[in-house]
């Protein structure tokens, strides 16, 4: 897939935490789902491939190396699902493109909060993280 | 154990330390003050009671006052510790550092029924109120 652009609604739904200060490694566009750049110092990435640690969701775009405020746990946003088919209560982990899926059990890091009943649509999600370290 | 009100009468606040606003969702169903809750399936930004019934639930927090069926209510989630029920406390399963999960009438448990995950860390032991142990509980 390529990414979709979310429609007007802004990323925040329910802010719980202020949204972390961090730089972009490579473009990130504006709703994307994002993880850890790894051995850099404070950056996050889009992932080309499936299973890394959703960090969180993206405010705004931004270029390569420039500063990107990201949503974290805590915080009920926006995201991209990519299931047609996803219930409310499933839990999502990240795959390519910044996008959330309910296909990738490990790690999952967000909560859908609303049915996705049309693939690649914006959707409200929790952020949360530790509950992908218990059982399931 | 069954859904015992009184053993949070005393608790004014189910929140003991804030550290994320609340939520604000829609019950689905009567919903008390310190029952753990959950996403609704099917619905959109609905919470309901937790409970152990086949498919689990995972818990998103604590509900921080009563509400009836359809109306708003206010959900403590993640990063908030907070007062609320659990199975067993004192010289049961339950002390400082162990995970629980929501279970049915909205209690915490030691026991993950259905492979639900964690939803919170308890911060000391529960003790006995009236019919029910109520504990400090760290929600992740």
Redesign the interface.
């Known amino acids: 897939m390529t990414w979709t652009a979310p429609a007007t609604e802004t990323i925040p739904h ?4 202020k949204a972390y200060n961090m730089k972009a490694s490579g473009t990130i566009e504006r709703g994307q789902a994002v993880a850890l750049a790894p051995n850099m110092d404070s950056y996050v990435y889009v992932p080309n491939t499936s299973s890394q640690i959703l960090f969180g969701i993206a405010d705004y775009g931004a270029y390569h190396n420039s500063g990107v405020a990201v949503w974290g ?2 915080n ?1 946003v926006y995201a991209c699902i990519s299931s047609a088919s996803s ?3 499933s ?1 999502l982990g990240l795959t390519a493109e910044g996008v959330l899926s309910e296909d990738v059990f490990w790690p ?1 890091s967000a ?5 996705s009943a049309t693939a690649y649509n914006f959707k ?1 999600i ?1 952020l ?9 | 154990m069954t859904w015992d009100e009184t053993d949070l009468a005393s608790y004014n606040d189910i929140i003991y330390q804030d550290g994320v606003f609340a939520y604000n969702f829609k019950a689905s169903g009567a919903i008390k003050k310190g029952q753990a809750v959950c996403a609704v399936p099917n619905a959109t930004m609905e919470v309901m009671v937790c409970t152990a019934a086949a498919g689990g639930c995972d818990c998103i927090g604590v509900a921080t006052g009563d509400a009836a069926d359809n109306a708003q209510v206010a959900v403590a989630g993640p990063g908030n510790i907070v007062y609320a029920c659990c199975d067993s406390g004192g010289a049961g399963n339950i002390y400082a550092g162990v995970p629980v999960y929501g279970d049915t009438y909205g209690v915490f448990d030691a026991t993950a029924d259905n492979a639900v995950k964690i939803a919170a860390f308890a911060v000391d032991t529960p003790t006995l109120v009236t019919t029910a142990y109520v504990g400090k509980f760290l929600l992740v």
């Open positions: 329910q802010l719980g935490i746990m805590g009920i219930v409310a209560g839990w999952s909560l859908l909060l609303e049915n409200r929790l949360c993280d530790l509950h992908g370290a218990g059982a399931g």
